[in-house]
């Protein structure tokens, strides 16, 4: 049998909004290495216009800064939050001790516009999480109808999206086991399994060519 990846997890049960509390928050995760197509400082912007408007939310940021742009940020966010109440950047964290953190979220954001495949999504999708995503491609072709999607270049937006994550317990429920079911099709097995039947496939074409010509 198969070892069971450290990010796996099954989806947790959700608690209805009423149950979290400011001292209680409900945890938003963003974990990717901070540069500008990753729009941390508008999910930051995002977020701060939750608290400020009573919710109870807490957003963890994992990830190296870049160059100016997590200067910014790191700017924003202590003016933002200056306390480090619910603005929580925590940096590079080891990536043995990462599946931790998935683990401990309440909900997974991820903002990113610009990727190949979005290893990161995947991993938020294998632990469970009801999920807030970023509606550029190739993000909808991997996570499909299991999130709530928002244009990441538009605070107001990504704000609408984690709000609509946060109030509606049924739908957090609905998205973390469908995003879990989801998440089954990426693997590194049947990626190597597909590889090497499709060079095989060529090869045995290739060969069957040549032997026409003799």
Known sequence: ????????????????????????????????????????????????????????????????????????????????DPQEQYLIWQGNLPFNDLHKNYHDADAFIFASSCENLPNILIEAMSAGLPIACSSYGPMPEVLGNAGVYFDPTNSADIENAMRNLLIHKEMRQHMASKSKELSRVYSWQRCATETFEFIATVAKRRLRKEGENV
């Open 1 to 80: 049998m198969r070892r069971k990846p450290r990010f796996e997890a099954n989806p947790k049960p959700q608690r209805e909004y009423s149950e979290y509390t400011i001292d209680r928050p409900f945890k938003f995760l963003y974990v990717s290495i901070v540069m500008p197509y990753k729009h941390q400082i508008e999910v930051a912007k995002a977020a701060s216009e939750l608290r400020r408007n009573g919710f109870p939310i807490m957003l963890q940021f994992i990830g190296g800064d870049w160059g100016k742009y997590g200067k910014n940020l790191r700017h924003i966010v202590r003016r933002l």
